[in-house]
């Protein structure tokens, strides 16, 4: 009886996902064919009542995704979100599902069950460390940046010209493997030179980059650039002071976390090295 509840069960999740598939390729709702599980759910979840519902409790997700991406297309990729939690969800229930119905044991469909509520947490914390490893790239890499900033300052070069240099080599190589900061400030420096405010472009570059270290230098530039002088080189130097010791202190921080990362490993190591080394004496004990 047991079995033909989750031969049931099975259907029914089977016919479900079915309709789904129909509707978006109804709807031509098909991105790639490897995203056959997720677009379907896309379709499911993009519907206005669902999604109006859905919407207000991902603001901490939806706040992570614009730092990610800019603030550009944040509806598009929170719903894609959404979509990923819930096929991931969707597809170990399914397949609890499926192994209990075959092997006959409904324990399977609870482990399913358990998955299904703990993969959409995971995906949750995979997308805070996006975002985390994102500000610490931009951390570290802006104290590099203003330095050769304030050496072709120093040098002559006026404030546009040094921030295009600086998206020059070695700089220009990280911009193209995708670099956030670089992305940032090249899209800043774009924005001037196709006309648009000085201010309005720097003030943009603060926000997309969604770190008080960036929005710092962004504040800097503004009341200094127009002043030029041996005012603005020294408030560079001021800033670029203040964001080394900054990176001093993420790089400090770091290393004390990966070491208490490396102490359980290390503690694990020693009660193997302790079972192996004690188990024959323990073992010729209880002969004795």
Request: charge should be positive; glycine fraction near 8%; aromatic fraction near 6%.
């Amino acid at each position: 009886m047991m079995r033909f509840a989750l031969g049931v069960i099975v259907l029914g999740l089977v016919a479900a996902y079915g309709t789904l598939v129909a509707q978006a390729w109804r709807r031509r709702a098909w991105s790639k064919p490897r995203h056959l599980l997720f677009d379907p759910m896309r379709v499911l979840i993009a519907s206005g009542r669902l999604w109006g519902r859905i919407a207000p409790k991902l603001h901490r997700e939806q706040a992570a995704l614009s730092a990610l991406s800019g603030g550009r297309d944040v509806t598009a990729l929170l719903q894609r979100h959404a979509a990923e939690c819930v096929a991931y969800a969707y597809a170990a229930l399914l397949a609890g599902a499926m192994l209990g119905w075959l092997a006959g044991r409904p324990a399977l469909l609870g482990l399913g069950a358990l998955l299904s509520a703990l993969l959409p947490l995971m995906k949750r914390k995979e997308l805070y460390g996006k975002l985390d490893e994102r500000r610490h790239e931009i951390v570290m890499e802006l104290p590099e940046m203003l330095s050769r900033l304030l050496l072709l300052v120093n040098a002559g070069e006026n404030v546009l010209r040094a921030l295009e240099r600086c998206l020059e080599r070695p700089a220009g190589a990280r911009a193209k493997a995708g670099h956030p900061l670089y992305a940032e400030l090249e899209a800043a420096v774009t924005a001037v030179k196709r006309g648009e405010s000085f201010v309005f472009a720097w003030e943009e570059f603060g926000r997309r980059c969604a770190v008080p270290e960036a929005r710092l230098f962004a504040t800097t530039l503004l009341m200094n650039a127009r002043r030029g002088g041996d005012t603005f080189v020294t408030a560079l130097r001021e800033l670029s002071r203040t964001l080394w010791e900054k990176r001093k202190a993420a790089a400090k921080t770091l290393g004390e976390r990966a070491s208490s990362r490396l102490a359980f490993p290390l503690a694990v190591i020693f009660l193997i090295i302790l079972v192996l080394v004690g188990t024959p004496s323990i073992l010729l004990m209880a002969t004795e």
